[in-house]
């Protein structure tokens, strides 16, 4: 059963060690030199996969590829150089005798077994597995879901966390069904859409983005 087809793929991009020149610091805001342009770093915004998390007149804490640097304005423009990243955490998985992707994990850090679903747009369970982590649909907003048997309405939910292997990702939107369908946790976009998705021939590799 799927939600909603979706044919994106999410290629890994190989990592490299970058480096950036400061310029000049401001109140939520730094200015940086990039591969030889000037440009204005914001609170929480990123450029060329700079991210800078806050910045006063005396330093700066710019993040990349998942490290995170302090900079201190000494009077000269600070070479900055970041290592390589450590590896990003990876699950291969292979298809069963069916030629599905089931791989295992956790919701909310309760253990679960997921079937990995680009055709679904969200996280799907239904309701025995909601009940098994303890979700409540108090207040759930009712959405409109495709199932093999029909219309049905499902709860619209906030996961705290969803990890496969060592990969977390949080606050992931899924989907209760009523009733004993699917038989898997449709492991869908809201999780996808999150991380690097590869496929080499009929291997699925799953790898968390250093963001």
């Not at 310029?23 to 996969?49: E, H, P, T, W, Y």
């Not at 879901?145 to 899924?174: C, H, M, N, P």
């Not at 809201?190 to 998705?197: A, C, D, G, S, V």
Request: aromatic residues 6%; hydrophobic residues 45%.
């Amino acid at each position: 059963m799927s939600i909603l087809f979706i044919t994106s793929i999410f290629l890994s991009v190989p990592l490299h060690a970058d480096s950036l020149v400061l310029q000049a610091l401001f109140n939520n805001k730094a200015m940086v030199k990039i591969d030889g342009r000037s440009v204005m770093l914001k609170k929480g915004k990123q450029i060329s996969g700079y991210k800078l998390i806050s910045a006063d007149s005396y330093e700066a804490v710019i993040e990349y590829k998942g490290q995170r640097r302090r900079h201190v304005i000494t009077g000269q423009p600070v070479q900055s150089k970041y290592p390589e990243t450590a590896k990003l955490a990876s699950v291969t998985i292979l298809p069963d005798k069916r030629g599905m992707y089931v791989t295992t994990g956790s919701i909310n850090g309760v253990g679960a077994e997921f079937l990995v679903d680009t055709g679904a747009s969200v996280v799907a369970m239904n309701a025995t597995h909601a009940r098994t982590f303890h979700l409540s649909m108090s207040g759930a907003m009712d959405v409109p879901v495709e199932t093999a048997s029909g219309k049905v309405t499902g709860k619209y939910v906030k996961l705290k966390s969803v990890q496969v292997g060592g990969i977390i990702v949080r606050d992931v939107g899924a989907v209760i069904i009523p009733g004993e369908f699917p038989k898997k946790i449709l492991l869908g976009m809201t999780f996808l859409k999150n991380i690097n998705m590869q496929r080499k021939d009929s291997v699925i590799m799953l790898q968390a983005r250093p963001y």
